[in-house]
């Protein structure tokens, strides 16, 4: 067992060892600038001494070896096949011998057993050779007949005794593997092919105990380590639960891990005001600040330092429950995937984010695996009939500097480069190209890959995941392959050669575990209220095409936008086992209706949730169920208590005393500007739509008024003349009109991109009006997220428009239109109960533009009382998504800061800080009685007004 203190004060990516039979010795971060391992983690098994546990056999595992050179190590498929192997991953090139020591070994004559994997039988493309003492030993390896991995007989070799050294060499640099190998006396010794029987003779030989270790009780079990399972970890805790986090990988974050690296994506990519807060939130902000990049496993490694109820099991598999009855798991069974030790890990409470539903499983949970039938949901996008096909997943891995990730990777040579088509790659269809993107997209991708490298949804990610993964293999090099030798524009690649190919998968679907509740298409496009909702979700829903890269209509089967849509609660329990919750990808939901909450922001609020809601059960002593039946309103306070949004869900804490004060401040902001300029202008956010077709936007208008001007933002890859048409409509939904009120054309400068002006002049002599630009290539106009009443975006020709009813383009008049807001920041907002702005409201107090720092907001209780904490919310521009924050301190972000209680008519500092760059922040600290609190913003980031969403105060 080890725990995440640990890395974080001596500075290495992940744990020190603490007990020989579960940790493992991992490499600080300066060896990272060495390059050895080419981009795969560098971590290792535990140090062990090869020796004859039993009398005339030596066990080595592949991970035994003392240096891996240019091999790597893998454990993803321990589970499958029964270790961690080595695996050669050199992009078609040989990589660097991997060498093993063993001293003392006796002198005699000894057989060599290998066990590997012949990849693709066919062709064989993985094999090495096996050298003892500086002799081959006559076998190429990966080269067997057998599908699956099995013994090769490496033939009888005389030892001379003393010191022994064996390489692996690796041959063809296509991804080679070896998991153990055996030096035994007994010549007519063979190895076990069994599975369960190669995992005893492993343990009996070299002396790895497989014994079950039995582990301390706890009450909430968290299986799985990504962005659910951590957030869900660190929620119990922080609630006082003592919590274990199992976790089958090294490192923390799953595919947001430094082993995968997706940047946290969200609801905010297509709304405003809508990234996902909580413990996400408070994470990537850490990660911004260290320079961490989009990485997310340093920045949980940070928090769970600091939870001295959380205890981290890293490089352990789930592989089996305890359970008592029929309906209640009572210990997760695991093994180690690097020693094979096994461990009894109790628990009360259990939550399943391990992606795959594994826990779920074992225990006997109702799931499904596949699609449903379109009838089941009334979904328009599912099939007719079911089947068991999933979403693909895709290779990554890290870049150099670890901070990101990458598909793989091409380098740009001085002269040409040929590349030697594999003879195993697949055949892709003549048309598969069509939808893929144009010439210089396509390029683009062919250096750098993209996330649409995707075996065909029929192979099997649950079941074999390594085949799957060998799959994704396959495809990379066919896609290679395709841009580099056969694509009609390869000349563009003429100098590129592929450097790099991950070995590591994210997974994006496989097992769903099903609640009392299954959350599907219709739900999320219609934003169905729920009384359970526990969070939201605006991602689109994003299914990718079944056939992978083999798809010939493009990369997906639906990319649907939808509205910010409520996620309920009953999606995160399961409906047959009474302890169990789920969070991430294995919660209730749909295969299209996945879609929206497979991505990191969603996956990460789930895992929260759960979190809380494993708490909350044992502390009101129920299950997850009856926390629904019972608590939901419980639940969902504790959940904004601790900065996590739920769309329609206010603050009604009866323990907060801000609630029931009367609020003051020293200035207040009015905006009256134009939504749609301050939208632009509050956020680099935002998509462009290219001129391709002409593109108008309809709205209201004050019939009689002089329009002077029209301000639009474009952007102009080349020089361009623009015209712009503005037309009068009859009607609140009228394009009919053929005649202009005005026609304006400008011309555009390559590279420009901002607002361009179209000067009117003209009176619009009706309520509503129109105006469209004609096609123009290489200019694109800035979409909106506003959907503001009168106004929708239309796209085609004249006489032949398509309407986008609830959606816009970006657009400013001259005058202030009919529908300019006044937007008033008053400081009653902090305590208005939503911690965001939205749409509807700003919800948020600013002080007044031309009041210089400091500002003060002042809260005055309702009556005298102790106060022992505040809660505060700062804006951190919740309209870019994590990964695309490239500021780590925005400029509206609260720096220095200052709370003050007023006790006995003084007033009393019972915090300052200094540098503050979380939207979250809590204050804890000696109770004292008082009848108000002050908050004194004394500066930003470099905004130049205060900005505060929430205040809150709780007593003793």
């Known amino acids: 067992m080890t725990n995440r203190r640990d890395f974080v004060k001596t500075g290495v990516l992940t744990v020190s060892l603490l007990n020989r039979d579960?940790?493992?010795?991992?490499?600080?971060?300066?060896?990272?600038?060495?390059?050895?391992?080419?981009?795969?983690?560098?971590?290792?098994?535990?140090?062990?001494?090869?020796?004859?546990?039993?009398?005339?056999?030596l066990w080595?595992?592949?991970?035994?070896?003392?240096?891996?050179?240019?091999?790597?190590?893998?454990?993803?498929?321990?589970?499958?096949?029964?270790?961690?192997?080595?695996?050669?991953?050199?992009?078609?090139?040989?990589?660097?011998?991997?060498?093993?020591?063993?001293?003392?070994?006796?002198?005699?004559?000894?057989?060599?057993?290998?066990?590997?994997?012949?990849?693709?039988?066919?062709?064989?493309?993985?094999?090495?050779?096996?050298?003892?003492?500086?002799?081959?030993?006559?076998?190429?390896?990966?080269?067997?007949?057998?599908?699956?991995?099995?013994?090769?007989?490496?033939?009888?070799?005389?030892?001379?005794?003393?010191?022994?050294?064996?390489?692996?060499?690796?041959?063809?640099?296509?991804?080679?593997r070896c998991s153990s190998i055996i030096l035994t006396r007994d010549t007519d010794y063979r190895p076990p092919a069994d599975l369960e029987a190669f995992r005893r003779e492993r343990a009996r030989l070299s002396g790895e105990s497989d014994q079950l270790q039995r582990r301390p009780e706890y009450d909430v079990v968290v299986v799985g380590a990504g962005t659910a399972g951590c957030c869900a970890a660190i929620a119990a805790a922080r609630l006082g639960m003592k919590t274990a986090l199992i976790s089958d990988r090294p490192v923390l974050g799953g595919n947001a891990s430094v082993e995968i690296?997706?940047?946290?994506?969200?609801?905010?990519?297509?709304?405003?005001?809508?990234?996902?807060?909580?413990?996400?939130?408070?994470?990537?902000r850490i990660g911004l600040v260290n320079e961490w990049g989009s990485i997310m496993s340093r920045p949980f490694a940070t928090l769970i330092e600091k939870e001295k109820n959380l205890e981290v099991y890293e490089d352990t598999r789930v592989e089996a429950v305890e359970k008592s009855g029929t309906k209640r798991i009572r210990a997760a069974l695991a093994r180690h995937t690097l020693t094979g030790g096994r461990s009894r890990i109790p628990g009360k409470m259990f939550i399943d984010t391990s992606g795959d539903g594994w826990l779920g499983y074992y225990a006997g949970a109702d799931h499904r695996v596949g699609r449903e039938p379109r009838s089941m949901y009334n979904e328009s996008y599912a099939p007719e009939r079911a089947d068991n096909i999933t979403m693909s997943g895709c290779l990554r891995g890290p870049r150099e500097e670890y901070k990101r990730c990458l598909f793989y990777r091409t380098v740009r040579e001085s002269s040409p480069q040929k590349f030697e088509t594999p003879p195993w790659i697949y055949r892709l269809p003549p048309d598969w190209i069509n939808r893929r993107g144009d010439d210089q997209r396509l390029e683009r991708v062919a250096w750098h890959g993209t996330w649409w490298l995707e075996h065909h949804g029929e192979v099997d990610d649950l079941w074999d995941p390594e085949y799957a993964r060998d799959a994704l293999l396959r495809i990379n090099f066919t896609f290679w392959d395709y841009m580099k030798n056969k694509w009609s524009e390869r000349s563009r690649l003429s100098k590129h050669r592929l450097d790099y190919?991950?070995?590591?998968?994210?997974?994006?679907?496989?097992?769903?575990?099903?609640?009392?509740?299954?959350?599907?298409?219709?739900?999320?496009?219609?934003?169905?209220?729920?009384?359970?909702?526990?969070?939201?979700?605006?991602?689109?829903?994003?299914?990718h095409a079944a056939e992978g890269l083999f798809s010939t209509t493009g990369p997906y089967d639906c990319a649907v936008k939808i509205p910010i849509a409520q996620i309920p609660y009953r999606t995160l329990y399961s409906r047959n086992i009474e302890n169990l919750l789920m969070a991430g990808r294995a919660m209730s939901v749909s295969h299209i209706a996945l879609g929206t909450v497979r991505v990191e922001g969603q996956t990460s609020i789930t895992g929260q949730a759960a979190g809380t809601a494993a708490a909350l059960a044992l502390?009101?002593?129920?299950?997850?169920?009856?926390?629904?039946?019972?608590?939901?309103?419980?639940?969902?306070?504790?959940?904004?208590?601790?900065?996590?949004?739920?769309?329609?869900?206010?603050?009604?804490?009866?323990?907060?005393?801000?609630?029931?004060?009367?609020?003051?401040?020293?200035?207040?902001?009015?905006?009256?500007?134009?939504?749609?300029?301050?939208e632009m202008e509050s956020s680099e956010r935002g998509r462009w739509f290219e001129l391709n077709m002409a593109r108008g936007v309809f709205f209201p208008w004050e019939a009689g008024r002089r329009l002077e001007r029209i301000s639009l933002p474009l952007e102009a890859k080349r020089d361009a003349e623009i015209t712009l048409h503005l037309r009068a409509a009859g009607s609140g939904n009228d394009l009919s009109s053929a005649t202009d009120v005005a026609t304006v054309t400008r011309r555009i400068s390559a590279g420009m991109k901002g607002w361009v002006d179209f000067p009117i002049d003209r009176e619009i002599p009706t309520a509503h009006a129109w105006m469209y630009l004609e096609t123009a290539e290489g200019v694109s106009w800035r979409h909106s997220s506003l959907n503001t009443e009168g106004v929708f975006r239309f796209y085609g020709r004249p006489g032949v428009?398509?309407?986008?009813?609830?959606?816009?383009?970006?657009?400013?008049?001259?005058?202030?239109p009919v529908f300019t807001e006044r937007r008033v920041y008053a400081p009653v907002n902090v305590i208005n109960g939503t911690a965001r702005p939205t749409e509807e409201a700003p919800n948020m107090w600013i002080s007044d533009a031309g009041e210089p720092l400091p500002q003060w907001i002042e809260l005055t209780l309702e009556r005298r009382a102790k106060v022992s904490s505040v809660h505060c919310v700062f804006d951190t521009d919740l309209s870019v998504t994590m990964g695309k924050q490239r500021d780590a301190h925005p400029d509206v972000c609260v720096r220095d800061y200052t709370i003050e209680c007023r006790t006995n008519g003084k007033w009393k500092n019972v915090a300052r800080i200094r540098g503050n760059y979380q939207r979250f922040r809590r204050h804890e600290f000696p109770a004292c009685v008082a009848d108000k609190v002050r908050l004194t913003v004394e500066s930003t980031h470099g905004a130049p007004q205060a900005r505060v969403m929430e205040i809150r105060v709780y007593g003793a």
């Open 261 to 284: 690296g997706v940047p946290v994506q969200g609801a905010a990519s297509q709304h405003r005001f809508a990234r996902e807060s909580g413990i996400i939130e408070e994470a990537g």
């Open 501 to 543: 190919v991950p070995f590591m998968v994210g997974k994006r679907e496989t097992r769903r575990l099903l609640g009392d509740y299954v959350l599907n298409q219709n739900d999320c496009e219609s934003a169905r209220p729920f009384e359970d909702a526990i969070g939201h979700t605006g991602w689109p829903l994003d299914v």
């Open 60 to 176: 080595a595992d592949a991970a035994d070896f003392g240096s891996y050179g240019g091999w790597a190590l893998d454990t993803q498929h321990s589970g499958f096949m029964g270790s961690s192997y080595l695996i050669a991953h050199g992009a078609g090139t040989p990589v660097e011998d991997a060498g093993l020591t063993i001293p003392d070994v006796r002198p005699g004559r000894y057989r060599l057993w290998v066990r590997s994997r012949n990849w693709i039988p066919e062709h064989s493309p993985g094999r090495f050779a096996v050298r003892i003492n500086g002799q081959d030993s006559g076998i190429e390896y990966g080269a067997q007949g057998e599908k699956g991995w099995s013994w090769q007989d490496g033939g009888l070799h005389e030892l001379q005794g003393g010191t022994v050294e064996m390489t692996l060499r690796d041959l063809t640099g296509y991804y080679g």
């Open 801 to 816: 428009w398509q309407k986008v009813q609830g959606d816009a383009m970006t657009f400013a008049l001259d005058p202030d």
């Open 22 to 57: 579960l940790a493992f010795s991992f490499v600080p971060d300066d060896f990272y600038d060495s390059g050895a391992y080419d981009n795969a983690i560098p971590f290792r098994k535990p140090a062990r001494t090869i020796r004859e546990v039993v009398p005339g056999f």
């Open 619 to 678: 502390h009101r002593r129920t299950t997850p169920r009856g926390v629904y039946r019972r608590h939901m309103d419980e639940l969902q306070q504790l959940l904004l208590k601790h900065d996590q949004y739920i769309p329609g869900v206010r603050n009604r804490d009866p323990e907060d005393l801000a609630l029931r004060a009367e609020v003051r401040a020293s200035s207040q902001f009015v905006d009256a500007s134009n939504p749609f300029r301050r």
